[in-house]
């Protein structure tokens, strides 16, 4: 199970620190990512992690904003977003899968959190 959690409402130029409990057997996992999904838009990439932490990955809209890192200890994967923008505002999901090659495509991750709402007010 993956439980996210640290969404708010926050003013554009601010930060905000998603965190992703990563419960259950993880056997088979090979990367955590989180996605954003705004109305009427379709779901989107924006970082993925591998299961050891070595590998990380950004969407061009994310990179040098927004940092993942994962917490071995705690199986929790942190998504930290800085500077905030408008449009960063969205529903935003962490997921697992098996594969780190498909780390960037939402189709074939194999299991999802609930999402939690981020929502920068300009």
């Known amino acids: 199970q993956l439980q996210a959690s640290g969404g708010g409402l926050v003013q554009a130029g601010a930060s905000l620190r998603l965190s992703c409990v990563v419960s259950g057997s993880t056997f088979g996992v090979d990367a955590v990512g989180w996605f954003r999904q705004a109305p009427r838009n379709q779901r989107k990439f924006v970082a993925g992690i591998s299961w050891s932490g070595v590998l990380t990955t950004y969407a061009d809209s994310a990179e040098g904003r927004f940092t993942i890192s994962r917490d071995n200890a705690k199986n929790t994967v942190y998504l930290q977003m800085n500077s905030l923008k408008p449009e960063d505002t969205a529903v935003y999901s962490c997921?697992?899968?098996?594969?780190?090659?498909?780390?960037?495509?939402?189709?074939?991750?194999?299991?999802w959190g609930q999402g939690t709402q981020v929502t920068v007010s300009s």
């Open positions: 997921a697992a899968v098996t594969d780190w090659r498909w780390v960037k495509v939402s189709s074939k991750y194999n299991y």
